[in-house]
């Protein structure tokens, strides 16, 4: 008998302005979050508020984390949180749409 595999779950981890990490889930979206804007939020992460709303643009505009900066996060997320699933994912730029992004599945360095 075969086994199934489970779906991984995307994740990408960033750094903020204040210099915290988070988790940013690029396939979650986070429905209870209505602001003034139109702008959709997706699920995040960080050790300080656990889930929460994020904005795409925010998550763009802070600098990727790299491996030694989200491991304990990640170590968080499989271990504390039940995320078991998870695949890193990296943001790199699409030269076939201006200012656009697509996602790789390199892992940062």
Known sequence: MK???SAKLPVRFHVDYGG???AYFPTLFW????????????????HVGQ???CANWYARNCRPA???EYLPL?????NLVGYKNLKVVTIKPNPRIPG??????????
């Open 20 to 22: 915290g990490v988070f």
């Open 51 to 53: 889930h929460g709303p």
């Open 100 to 109: 656009g992004f697509a996602y790789s599945n390199k892992r940062s360095a």
């Open 3 to 5: 086994r199934k595999r």
């Open 31 to 46: 429905d209870d979050y209505k602001d003034d804007s139109n702008t959709r939020h997706h699920a995040s992460y960080a």
């Open 66 to 68: 790299t491996r030694k």
């Open 74 to 78: 990640l170590r968080e997320l499989r």
